[in-house]
C-alpha cells in the first residue's frame, strides 16, 4: 500500500504536507482520495511520514484504503504547486522522419515562463499561457488517469506528466520530503516529464513530406532520362543491324575464289598457278558472297 504524502485541511481545498502538520488525528486532514479522515504519523528515521485512514471510520459507508491515495495526493499537489509557480522545465522533443527513419528535432529542452495558469480547464490538469500561446499540462498515472484529451483553441502543445512510478523514481531521488521533491520535478528535467504532441510536429512532417516528393521527383527525372538514353541506344542499334541484314540480303549467292591471305587479294579460280603473283605465297580456295547492285 502506498504512503499518502499530502491531504486536504478540513473544510477547505489546500493540500498540505505531513510535514506541516501536527501528529496524529490532530492534523485535521482529510483524504484527498475518499475524503475520509487522516491520522498523522510521523516516523522514525527508519520509516517515511505519512497520513493513514482513521480507523474509527473503518465502518463508514465511504471508507476504504484506497488503491490511488498517492497519485490523487501527488496530482493534486503537482496541480497546486504548479499555480503558485511561474517556470516549468520543459524536455526536448524529437519525432522519426516517416521516410528517412532519422530523428527529427522539434524543441529543445528550455525553463518556461508563463505568465498565467488556469486550473483544470478544457480537460488539462492546468494550462499555462505566454505570449500569444498555450500548453495544456495533463498529469497521467496507469490504471485509472491516461486518456490525454486534444488540442484545442490555442493550445500548440501538451505536456504530459506520467506519474505512474512516482514512487520508485521518488525513492531514487533520495528526497524525504514530498512536497520538496515534486517542486523539482517542476523545475528541473525529470523522466516523469515528456512531449503528447507539438504544433512543430506538424511543420516538420510536411517539411519530411516535402523534401520526399522533391527527392521522388528527381529520381523519375533521372530514371526517364537514362531510359531515353537507353532507348535512343537500342534504336541505334536496332537500325545499324537492320542496315547489316538488309546489305548482307542483297547477295546472289557465293563463288569460288583464290585468295591470298597475305596481300587480302583475291583471284578468279580460272587461275591456273596456285600462288600469288604478287608475293608468290600461296593461295586457298574459298567461297565468297556475290552481292547484287
Avoid at 215 to 227: G, I, M, P
Wanted: aromatic share 8%.
Amino acid at each position: 500500500m502506498a504512503l499518502i504524502p499530502f491531504a486536504f485541511k478540513a473544510g477547505t481545498e489546500t493540500l498540505v504536507d505531513i510535514s506541516e502538520v501536527p501528529r496524529g488525528k490532530a492534523c485535521d486532514c482529510v483524504c484527498p482520495s475518499c475524503n475520509i479522515p487522516l491520522i498523522a504519523r510521523h516516523c522514525t528515521e527508519d520509516r517515511e511520514d505519512h497520513f493513514a485512514h482513521d480507523p474509527a471510520y473503518k465502518d463508514h459507508k465511504d471508507y476504504i484504503e484506497c488503491d490511488f491515495s498517492l497519485h490523487v495526493a501527488m496530482r493534486l499537489m503537482l496541480k497546486q504547486l504548479l499555480a503558485a509557480s511561474t517556470e516549468i522545465a520543459l524536455p526536448d522533443h524529437s519525432i522519426k522522419d516517416p521516410y528517412t527513419k532519422k530523428m527529427l528535432d522539434v524543441t529543445q529542452a528550455q525553463t518556461l515562463t508563463y505568465q498565467s495558469i488556469a486550473i483544470e480547464q478544457a480537460g488539462f490538469d492546468a494550462v499555462i499561457s505566454k505570449d500569444n500561446y498555450q500548453l495544456g499540462i495533463f498529469i497521467s498515472y496507469h490504471p485509472g488517469r491516461s486518456s490525454i484529451p486534444e488540442a484545442s483553441g490555442n493550445i500548440k502543445g501538451i505536456v504530459q506528466l506520467d506519474i505512474t512510478h512516482i514512487e520508485h523514481i521518488k525513492q531514487k531521488s533520495q528526497v524525504l520530503n514530498s512536497k520538496k521533491f515534486l517542486d523539482s520535478l517542476i523545475a528541473e528535467q525529470s523522466e516523469i516529464k515528456s512531449w503528447y504532441w507539438h504544433a512543430n510536429q506538424e511543420a516538420c512532417l510536411n517539411a519530411c513530406k516535402r523534401e520526399h516528393l522533391q527527392q521522388e521527383a528527381r529520381k523519375n527525372e533521372l530514371l526517364n532520362s537514362d531510359n531515353q538514353y537507353y532507348s535512343d541506344t537500342v534504336k541505334r542499334r536496332a537500325k545499324k543491324y537492320q542496315e547489316n541484314t538488309a546489305n548482307m540480303i542483297k547477295t546472289a549467292g557465293t563463288k569460288t575464289v583464290y585468295r591470298c591471305y597475305t596481300c587480302r587479294i583475291d583471284y578468279p579460280k580460272t587461275n591456273a598457278t596456285n600462288t600469288c603473283p604478287v608475293c608468290e605465297h600461296e593461295l586457298w580456295q574459298t567461297e565468297t558472297p556475290v552481292y547484287i547492285n
